[in-house]
């Protein structure tokens, strides 16, 4: 009987097998690698290319940039106008509604002038009178001094002539006085417009009475306007006089370059914010109570940015293509503020990093 440890075929037949296995093995492990040959890991996907991309490249670059803030607020008058009457007065009239436009010196309300054209004729008759008692009175006084100066009549005499005289002339003057008032009054049963402006409400209608300092109508003035911002504490140390704002009014589109022009030096307790004031231009389709907000600087920081046009959006996700020693990887990133052409790059990239540009455009993006 042959030992098999001694027999050669034997022996051959184990290196045929060993060999086999190996064989099956080197295969087995190619085919799992053509498998996989297109997977990554996650978040990343990689391309070898021979040669550079013939888009345009881009650079991750780390600068300082001023720090864009917002702020809140609304359009207001600078000028907000009450018109009131100046008498006790019957609302006969009002010519005016909400939301018109005045002329200055337009009639708004049209006040009972009876009692007052009554008041005018009083005081018309008691000048008359007093105009009656200085004429007497002058002659007299002309008189004795004629007379005085003859020796005719005593010094007591010619002085309460002069006395009459002069207390004549007083009392015309108070009646004229009187009836420059009394037609002062007639004058104010119309209320006119004090300024250029828009009617924002009123107040009264026919038949009520007026009031002197009652308003009766309320408007403001359209060549008078200005944004008033509400500045939180935490920003207020940026904020100061001739502090340019750009503030944009959404309800028009229109975007307004303007400095501040006042602060309230007083926090409110409730919001915890300051009170700011910067002009407005007149005739831009502007009113008060619009919603307004202002971007301003506050200071700088160090950003990392990259092209806005490097960035491709893939679903709900942004990601973007880094060239690097010829090879081209899609990376996911996390993006930020705008600045101008660029934007701010929260994780994903570092500084000195290539990222390919779309040669469409990306001015929207």
């Known amino acids: 009987m042959v030992d098999p440890s001694t027999d050669p075929y034997s022996a051959r037949a184990r290196r045929i097998r060993w060999i086999a296995v190996a064989v099956g093995l080197a295969l087995l492990w190619a085919a799992l690698h053509m498998i996989r040959g297109g997977r990554i890991g996650p978040g990343l996907l990689s391309e070898r290319f021979d040669q550079v991309p013939n888009r345009p490249l881009g650079v991750v670059l780390s600068e300082k940039l001023p720090v864009r803030r917002e702020l809140i607020g609304s359009i207001q008058s600078r000028v907000p106008v009450e018109a009131a009457s100046r008498v006790s007065a019957r609302v006969i009239e009002i010519t005016v509604r909400a939301g018109d436009r005045l002329k200055r010196d337009q009639v708004i309300v049209t006040l009972d002038a009876h009692d007052l054209g009554a008041q005018v004729a009083q005081a018309q008759g008691q000048l008359a009178a007093a105009q009656g008692e200085l004429s007497r009175a002058t002659a007299d006084e002309k008189r004795f001094s004629a007379l005085f100066a003859r020796g005719s009549v005593t010094a007591s005499e010619h002085d309460a002539a002069e006395a009459a005289y002069r207390g004549a002339a007083g009392r015309v003057a108070q009646a004229q006085a009187a009836v420059a008032a ?68 959404d309800a028009t589109g229109a975007v307004y370059n303007t400095p501040v022009s006042e602060i309230v030096p007083a926090s409110d307790p409730a919001s915890r914010s300051f009170l700011v004031r910067a002009p407005l231009p007149s005739g831009q389709r502007l009113q008060p109570g619009m919603f307004a907000r202002a971007t301003f600087t506050a200071g700088s920081e160090v950003v990392l940015t990259m092209p806005r046009g490097a960035v491709e959006q893939v679903g709900q996700l942004e990601t973007v293509r880094v060239y690097s020693e010829g090879r081209i990887q899609t990376r996911m990133v996390s993006l930020g503020r705008r600045f101008g052409d660029r934007i701010e790059v929260l994780a994903g990239l570092q500084p000195g990093d290539q990222v390919i540009l779309d040669s469409v455009g990306t001015a929207d993006r």
């Open 182 to 249: 009394a037609r002062a009054g007639l004058d104010y049963a119309t209320v006119r417009s004090p300024v250029d402006g828009v009617v924002v409400e009123r107040l009264t209608e026919p038949g009520d009475m007026a009031m002197p300092g009652k308003p009766l109508v309320r408007l403001y003035d359209a060549n008078a306007l200005r944004v008033e911002l509400q500045v939180p504490e935490d920003l207020a140390r940026y904020i100061e006089t001739a502090t340019p704002l750009e503030v944009r009014v």
